[in-house]
């Protein structure tokens, strides 16, 4: 059955005829109440949001069937992310659409306080003629301080450069060296605040942000400064910025956000040295068209499996990188779950080698499937891939992973050690033609081994008569071997026999082989 789509805020149709076409079923349902969309989310594999649909810990909850969620836009501070994650869905926005529109919409705003336009406007409106009261300031040679410098930041800079403007940032996680080529100098967020003329914030709403702007710092900037606000409600603290337009110790202020929004409630709005729009940052017909089109090809993409495209919980796979990383999936998945039928005691730490060229790639993901696979049947909760590091972190297991490039025995492999309190399990396995698993070594012991439906991983004495005696006890229960890999450290010892079953031998036959003095351990594995 087709994978179903809920779009649930409006969407451009672009992006919905990009999910019909690749026959989704796609169902717009627009202003649906919390619980409405509590019940509803459940029908569907994926979602795509704007702003206006939350999507709580309790939405998320009860979206049991839901894999992804794609935001029409790049704000994601309406999902709550961790909530997602644990539940094993990917989360995707589509970042680049509306960088224009949006920077667009804070130069207009500037522009506007810089001009009184909409005061201006207002008051010739009304009759009156007041060319003196609407005195304004020009850009050129000002100071515009941005605070955040990313996709909106920089184009934001372009444009106050072309004004004429000399531009400062704030933004702890960029590079100098960027900021200098750009022509903007990297200040501290005091002195950017003391120095601007104009100030712009561009960053997202994160703990770190929340707030950044409030009593102490509005304190700083100069009375004949303007602020601006086309990021996020809550990054400028609404009160205290009421509080300062109204006496006076700034300029004034434009608003295109609001921590609640509609922002009816909020005094702020009411103050006469501000300009304010309904976020209107990203309402453009073509940023409606841009993200409504990324946003859906990110999900057509991830829903046939193709690529992984702007996920926020998840590593970014390009349609190539897919390709080449994708038949260890398979592998992983067997090998975890080989180990954890296998091994016995309290998992205490995982070690994750990737040997070879594959070790590149982004193996994340790939160690996700594997430590899945090996602790699914521990865990009441739902485990994905997704979820699984962070699930083991949780309980407390150690996880390792590392990367050797340089060529081994094979081309490329994966080995994995699996330490618990009771003993260690070490698997290596690898491709075959590429896309066949093999394990290749196990507890450093080499064997060839297609995993299969039933196996029967037997420690014995490396003596004659052994495989005869397997062979005719399993036969005996009419259980026919499909395939032998054996293997031992040195003769005499202690060897390794993996076999592969045609079907499951019953439980009798299993003890009577148990129960031979040269055999020392024996288990039933399935897949
Ligand atoms: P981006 O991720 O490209 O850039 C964000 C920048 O903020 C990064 O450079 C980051 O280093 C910086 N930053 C993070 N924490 C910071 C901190 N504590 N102090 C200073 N800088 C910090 O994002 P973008 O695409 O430029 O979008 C910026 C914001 O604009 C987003 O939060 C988004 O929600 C908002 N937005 C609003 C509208 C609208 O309609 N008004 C439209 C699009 C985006
Ligand atoms: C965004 O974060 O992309 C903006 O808030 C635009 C929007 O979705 O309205």
New binding site residues.
């Given amino acids: 059955m087709a994978d179903k789509v809920l779009v649930s805020d409006k969407l451009s149709q672009e992006g919905i005829n990009i999910l019909k076409d690749a026959g989704f079923k796609v169902d717009c349902q627009y202003e649906l109440s919390p619980e409405q969309l509590k019940k509803e989310i459940k029908k569907y594999q994926a979602i795509i949001i704007r702003s206006s649909t939350k999507l709580t810990a309790e939405v998320i909850k009860a979206a049991k069937n839901l894999k992804f969620i794609a935001r029409a ?3 994601v ?1 309406n999902v709550d992310i961790k909530a997602a994650t644990s539940r094993g869905i990917i989360v995707m926005n589509a ?1 680049g659409g ?2 224009i529109s ?1 920077c667009e ?1 804070t130069f207009a705003l500037i522009l506007a306080v810089a001009r009184n336009i909409p005061f201006a406007h207002n008051s010739l409106k009304n009759k009156k003629w007041e060319r003196s009261k609407f005195k304004g300031a020009e850009l050129y040679l000002k100071k515009l301080g941005i ?7 920089k184009e934001v800079s372009k444009r106050a450069l072309s004004f004429g403007m000399e531009v400062f940032v ?5 590079q100098k060296e960027i900021a200098e080529s750009l022509g903007i100098k990297p200040i501290g967020l005091k002195e950017l605040l003391k120095i601007s003329d104009f100030i712009t914030v ?5 703990e ?2 929340k707030n ?1 702007i409030s009593d102490k710092e509005l304190n700083l900037i100069k009375k004949s400064a303007f602020l601006i606000n ?3 409600g809550g990054i400028i603290d609404e009160k205290a910025l009421a509080k300062a337009l109204s006496e006076k110790k700034i300029a004034g202020a434009a608003l ?2 609001y921590s609640q929004e509609p922002p009816f409630k909020l005094n702020l709005i009411d103050a006469e040295n501000i300009i304010v729009t309904p ?4 309402s453009t017909k073509e940023a409606q068209v841009n993200v409504a089109i990324e946003a859906a090809n990110s999900l057509k993409d991830a829903l046939l499996g193709k690529a992984i495209n702007n996920a926020l919980n998840y590593a970014q796979l390009e349609p190539e990188a897919y390709k080449i990383i994708q038949p260890y999936f398979s592998l992983a998945d067997k090998m975890g779950s080989f180990i954890s039928q296998l091994s016995e005691g309290a998992i205490k730490k995982i070690k994750i080698s990737y040997l070879g060229k594959i070790s590149t790639q982004k193996t994340d993901i790939i160690s996700g499937i594997f430590i899945k696979s090996l602790l699914a049947r521990q865990l009441e909760s739902d485990i994905n891939q997704i979820n699984a590091l962070s699930l083991a972190k949780e309980r407390g297991i150690k996880i390792e992973q590392i990367k050797a490039p340089e060529e081994q025995e094979y081309v490329n492999s994966i080995r994995v050690k699996v330490s618990t309190d009771k003993e260690e399990k070490i698997l290596e396995g690898t491709l075959f033609a590429n896309f066949n698993p093999r394990f290749v070594s196990m507890d450093n012991v080499c064997i060839e081994v297609a995993p299969s439906k039933y196996m029967l991983v037997i420690n014995n004495k490396d003596m004659p008569g052994v495989i005869g005696f397997l062979g005719t006890t399993l036969g005996k229960d009419s259980v026919n071997i499909a395939g032998m890999s054996l293997g031992r450290h040195a003769p005499k010892g202690i060897a390794l026999t993996i076999l592969n079953l045609d079907n499951t031998p019953k439980e009798k036959t299993i003890e009577r082989i148990k129960a031979n003095k040269n055999i020392i351990s024996l288990k039933l594995v399935k897949f």
């Fill in positions: 836009g790049v704000g501070d970042p509306n960088t949006t919409q605070i955040g410098l990313g996709r909106i930041g704030y933004d702890p996680f960029l561009h960053t997202p709403l994160t770190s942000t950044l086309c990021a996020r295109d956000v976020h209107l940052g990203a």
